[in-house]
């Protein structure tokens, strides 16, 4: 029985960490906002990485498909926040959906913008709670006991938007969800392989 309470102190320190480093994120960003540095960032490698991380930290509970139309897409812009952007999209995959299932990730160039889609085959976002899961601490009804700060949503968004972009749900039914950013490309951004 002291095992099992020590365990809950346990799991229940690990949210309360999580929802700090969240809600810091959060308010450093709105401080931050002014301070936006962009530097040339190959968003291709940059996904590729974060990719191999989350999936290290996965241990193979999940496959994870990876795919980009062009062999590199450089862009002007804030690697840190991109890394936040990106980087909680595919927890977020991984955290909703069932051991087995497929993460994908993928790039593309369009016209004058790229495109960085996220998918899961999770439990899908009830379309009543689409509107709301980019506020501060909504989270969908459905999510059941999967833990969450339900700050992971707006910090993407703020982070794309700063960028002149856009993070929206191209997709989300029972059986999986789809999240795609888009991003302007400028004068500055070197496209190869394209």
């Known amino acids: 029985a002291a095992q099992k309470h020590f365990t809950r102190i346990h799991e229940q320190l690990a949210e309360m960490k999580e929802l700090l480093d969240d809600f810091l994120t959060l308010m450093r960003e709105e401080a931050e906002e002014s301070d936006f540095k962009p530097t040339q960032v190959d968003l291709t490698e940059l996904c590729s990485k974060l990719a191999d991380e989350v999936k290290l930290a996965d241990a193979a509970a999940h496959t994870f498909n990876c795919s980009s139309n062009c062999e590199r897409i450089f ?9 936040h952007a990106v980087g909680n999209l595919l927890s977020n995959a ?6 087995g299932g497929e993460i994908r990730l ?3 160039r369009v016209q004058h913008h ?5 998918a899961d085959q999770g439990v899908g976002i009830p379309e009543e709670d689409q509107e709301r899961v980019f506020d501060p601490f909504f989270r969908a009804r459905n999510v059941g006991d999967v833990s969450g700060t339900g700050l992971g949503l707006p910090i993407a968004r703020r982070a794309v938007t700063s960028h002149g972009g856009t993070l929206a749900i191209a997709r989300s039914a029972p059986g999986g969800t789809e999240f795609v950013i888009t991003l ?3 004068e500055r951004a070197i496209l190869t392989g394209c």
């Open 75 to 83: 862009i002007y812009g804030d690697e840190k926040l991109l890394r």
């Open 114 to 118: 790229v495109e960085i889609h996220v």
């Open 184 to 186: 302007p490309l400028d």
């Open 106 to 108: 993928e790039l593309k």
């Open 94 to 99: 991984v955290k909703y959906s069932p051991e």
